[in-house]
């Protein structure tokens, strides 16, 4: 009698989330972390000695809903994250010019697109002689169960692959 229902699954959960230019951005809500996935972030975070903790490993977002969404959402797809900095006018840096806190940072993997987002909340010292990733504080999100970490932008957790860091800004 009821065996119709057995196809029926629960609706992913989402919210209306759109650019500046009013395009759709598919999202979801991530789950909370069960216990496993906790001790799996907790692993990651043992790794990082010099992450500062801003948030308890917790579902809902992901890098790319801290950047863009502003907590509230999972963005999967880097062609959403594309759509994004067009829409709501997003340049990249010019050479030269240093990131400031509120432009993001976008990491691209050889081959695979964007694989993280991050915010910038502190500028390099203008006088550093070293690579700017190395001299910028972001803060960031590890996947959906992961806490948000402040960090300087290359102590990233990529095992087993190399990462670009390019910074892009809503500034004039």
């Not at 919210?15 to 009013?22: E, N, R, S, V, Y």
Request: hydrophobic share 35%; net charge negative.
């Amino acid at each position: 009698m009821f065996d119709h229902l057995l196809l029926i699954q629960p609706e992913e959960e989402s919210i209306i989330l759109q650019t500046a230019q009013g395009n759709d951005i598919p999202n979801d809500i991530a789950p909370e972390p069960d216990q496993g996935a906790v001790a799996a972030y907790g692993e990651i975070r043992a790794q990082h000695l010099f992450w500062i903790d801003r948030r308890p490993p917790c579902g809902r977002y992901n890098c790319h809903g801290l950047v863009f969404a502003n907590r509230r959402t999972s963005i999967r797809e880097d062609g959403h994250v594309h759509t994004i900095l067009s829409d709501d006018g997003y340049r990249t840096l010019h050479p030269g010019e240093m990131p400031q806190p509120g432009d993001i940072g976008l990491y691209r993997g050889a081959g695979v697109g964007i694989v993280h987002s991050c915010l910038v909340v502190e500028s390099p010292p203008t006088n550093m002689l070293i690579q700017v990733a190395d001299a910028a504080r972001v803060i960031s999100k590890w996947c959906d169960w992961g806490g948000e970490a402040v960090h300087v932008g290359s102590d990233v957790h990529f095992p087993g692959f190399q990462c670009g860091l390019e910074f892009w800004t809503d500034r004039p």
